[in-house]
């Protein structure tokens, strides 16, 4: 496939903004899926402002795999399949609930590599997060386009991945991915459409929300800190699961700083999914 990156890299620069009210009723939809404890106050949990101001298109504006068509916002990169690569949070103070927050966002890289399967084509975007107070929450999302993997170009298996000083075992099943969804407003197929994904995408089951992912992770490392959450928080995905897995919550102290925690996620038996760093 020939990409044209000039063209795509012509969207660096270009902003999106949008607003929403974090209600009561989202911080609590957020806690059940979640399976954390409803906060009492008025504030919100860390994360929660990935369900906030999600991008709205009409249904006859979705492309196939239930994303917004492409070639607004986001540059429309032609290969088929997309996924979260990783990304960074800095939280500067909690958002509130019934706080207005808006969402304001800026294409910052665009970038071509090629992988085993073919070109990878990664996106990273910024995102700053205010109230009425100011600014809350700086967020790098780094997104990645591939196309279809091509007969022999698997990579070799990983090795499993190791145990953690700290454990917790978490539910990736149907019905989580189906309420995260729905509370992020995703309407990625991947996520919930098991004939989608298996026979059109080729998975082999649904596949567990990177977001989700990192926010277990995030909500994990706070609790191993005595319910402090981290300042800073950065991640990388490195190999899908799916809603078939029994997954496992992993983390040890870092050596070089016993505030900091490494994080990662795997199946059981498999190699690691996503790997984290949280720093206080």
Request: hydrophobic share 45%.
């Amino acid at each position: 496939m020939n990409l044209d990156i000039a063209h795509l890299q012509s969207w660096i620069g270009r902003e999106d903004s949008a607003q929403d009210l974090l209600t009561a009723e989202l911080a609590r939809r957020f806690a059940a899926t979640l399976d954390l404890p409803v906060a009492s106050g008025t504030i919100a949990p860390r994360l929660i402002h990935l369900c906030l101001a999600p991008p709205i298109a009409p249904l006859s504006a979705l492309g196939r795999d239930g994303h917004p068509a492409r070639g607004g916002f986001l540059p429309p990169v032609p290969l088929p399949l997309r996924m979260w690569a990783g990304g960074t949070f800095t939280f500067h103070r909690d958002l509130a609930v019934g706080a207005t927050v808006t969402r304001q966002s800026r294409i910052a890289d665009v970038v071509l590599k090629e992988g085993r399967s073919g070109p990878l084509c990664f996106v990273s975007v910024n995102h700053r997060l205010s109230d009425a107070d100011g600014l809350a929450v700086e967020e790098r999302q780094d997104l990645v386009y591939r196309a279809h993997g091509a007969p022999g170009s698997a990579a070799p298996p990983a090795p499993a991945a190791a145990m953690g000083q700290y454990r917790q075992a978490v539910d990736g099943s149907a019905v989580v991915l189906f309420r995260y969804s729905a509370i992020t407003f995703n309407g990625h197929r991947i996520h919930y459409d098991q004939p989608y994904a298996t026979h059109v995408e080729g998975y082999p089951g649904l596949v567990v929300h990177g977001p989700l992912q990192a926010t277990w992770l995030y909500h994990f490392a706070s609790r191993l800190r005595g319910g402090t959450p981290p300042r800073q928080f950065a991640f990388r995905s490195l190999a899908p699961v799916f809603d078939t897995d029994t997954l496992t919550l992993h983390a040890r102290d870092e050596a070089a700083d016993v505030a900091g925690l490494r994080l990662w996620i795997a199946a059981d038996g498999g190699p690691v999914a996503m790997l984290a760093e949280a720093q206080w």
